[in-house]
């Protein structure tokens, strides 16, 4: 899984791409969001060599002029969503959808399959529920979604993140 902040600079975006590409020539499907920033650099990149083996959820069709077909976030993606954000309830119904779309992106389509891993970057370097903070943003929920379902997160923010998704990768 491949997300981030639409802040994400533009060194850890060109390393996304190329992670990307890597983790599609090694055969790994990629559950991105189609958000500007981090999850396009992790879709092209995937894309390069396997655009069968990507699944981009988004919150509404078309969303970002994506046109993937996963773009409805039903009520249980909701209700996942709403049990690891914050403030759910001061949400609007369009950021509802953008968070509930992480939940598919962790727990995939029938939210019954955690993804293998989550890479991301953060301004802040979270991992986890408890170093999530308000830089954080949005992909916070979907780290806490991880964080619940046993998901390691690999956060780019970090110096060591690559190194230590090498020595995942590797076993």
């Not at 773009?71 to 609007?92: I, M, R």
């Not at 939210?111 to 903070?133: H, I, K, M, Y």
Request: net charge neutral.
């Amino acid at each position: 899984m491949g997300i981030g902040s639409q802040e994400t600079p533009l060194s850890v975006l060109q390393a996304m791409a190329s992670l990307g590409t890597r983790l599609a020539r090694d055969g790994w499907t990629l559950r991105s969001g189609g958000a500007r920033g981090a999850d396009v650099a992790f879709e092209t990149g995937h894309r390069r060599i396997a655009a069968d083996r990507l699944e981009v959820y988004l919150p509404w069709k078309s969303f970002n002029k994506n046109e993937s077909p996963l773009y409805t976030v039903g009520p249980e993606a909701l209700q996942v969503a709403a049990q690891h954000h914050p403030a759910w309830d001061a949400c609007s119904g369009m950021a509802q959808k953008l968070h509930g779309r992480n939940a598919y992106q962790v727990l995939g389509p029938a939210l019954d399959t955690p993804s293998a891993f989550l890479v991301c970057w953060t301004r802040d370097g979270a991992t986890n529920r408890q170093e999530r903070s308000r830089d954080t943003g949005g992909t916070g929920t979907a780290i806490e979604i991880a964080d619940a379902h046993g998901v390691p997160v690999f956060n780019l923010a970090r110096a060591s993140a690559l190194r230590d998704l090498e020595a995942w990768l590797a076993g």
